[in-house]
């Protein structure tokens, strides 16, 4: 502190002692412009001190405010923050999500009973995603809830729960009702049975009066998204099915749902192991231009185009019937 008290006296005396001397001596302002430079090195000088000595003030602040940032750091770590990272772990979630409501919910659904309907739910509580699913119909009803890091492990640990619900409910269902046979060897009918898939409502009836007449038990369904259930729970000998069907549907995305439902159970697989279920597709297509996808359990007998006639169709039905015998 003395060195500035002492630096501000010197610096004073110094202007007004100039001052005095031009006012008595103008002749000496030359003589006063040097003096002044020599003067004004002993000021620069500890100016240039003073700005090291505060570039080391400056140091130290600033350690010290990184000291401060780095314990306050330390106290909101555990709070979340939205950063990029964490971002593309949500888009991650909602991808999984969107694929198990479009896909993995879809398979599930094809293993339940016709006529029913679903709720299911994704919430994330804490560091933890749940998932619920419940199923209602006449026949049964399901109910199961998972927890897991990611949409996708608390879908698995509920898919695991009702796989077995199940399971347990195509061992004791069907005791009475109409789909009592599911799950045995096909009863023994009087008549063969046709099963008749066809969009069209009034071709599909129209084929059933014939194949009746003939010596066919039938059923017509017109929802492409029953038939495999129809296919896999009910007991036909014989399935005509429309290759065309309604929203885009083909008669091989029937076939492979069948396929996937009968493996899923080991009683159908025996059931249909013995006795596939013979298949009849009709269609404006040609024969080559439909493939069947290959199957186990289903026997692809043959194709009728539309445009076959009623003689032909009766001819082919007489044999179809003999065949089943």
Not at 118 to 132: A, E, M, N, P
Not at 191 to 199: G, N, R, V, W, Y
Not at 235 to 244: R, S, T
Request: proline share 4%; charged share 25%; aromatic share 10%.
């Amino acid at each position: 502190m003395l060195h500035k008290a002492f630096l501000f006296l010197f610096v004073s005396g110094g202007i007004l002692a100039g001052l005095g001397l031009y006012w008595v001596l103008p002749f000496l302002v030359p003589v006063l412009v040097v003096l002044s430079t020599i003067l004004a090195v002993p000021v620069v000088v500890y100016l240039m001190i003073q700005g090291i000595e505060g570039a080391d003030v400056s140091k130290t602040e600033r350690s010290l405010v990184r000291e401060k940032l780095r314990e306050a750091l330390d106290e909101v770590e555990m709070v979340p923050e939205l950063t990029p990272s964490t971002f593309i772990q949500g888009q991650l979630a909602e991808e999984q999500m969107a694929r198990i409501k479009a896909s993995d919910e879809y398979d599930l659904l094809e293993k339940m009973p016709v006529q029913g309907h679903y709720k299911s739910q994704f919430s994330h509580r804490g560091d933890f995603w749940q998932y619920s699913f419940s199923y209602n119909s006449i026949h049964a009803q399901f109910k199961a809830e998972g927890e897991g890091d990611s949409p996708h492990q608390a879908f698995a640990m509920a898919k695991y729960k009702l796989e077995q619900q199940i399971r347990h409910w195509h061992q004791v269902r069907f005791k009475e009702g109409e789909e009592k046979f599911v799950g045995e060897l096909k009863p023994h009918h009087e008549h063969p049975k046709a099963l008749i898939i066809d969009d069209d409502i009034e071709m599909g009836m129209a084929m059933s009066e014939t194949l009746k007449r003939i010596g066919f038990d039938t059923e017509v369904i017109s929802t492409a998204n029953m038939a495999h259930r129809r296919i896999g729970f009910g007991d036909a000998d014989v399935v005509f099915l429309d290759w065309m069907l309604a929203d885009d549907l083909t008669g091989d995305h029937v076939i492979r749902r069948a396929n996937r439902l009968i493996n899923y159970f080991p009683d159908l697989q025996s059931k249909f192991h013995d006795n596939p279920v013979k298949v009849v597709t009709f269609s404006t297509l040609e024969q080559n231009e439909i493939t069947m996808p290959p199957s186990q359990y289903i026997q692809y007998h043959d194709h009728w185009h539309k445009s076959i006639s009623h003689g032909e169709f009766e001819k082919r039905a007489h044999d179809l019937i003999e065949n089943c015998a």
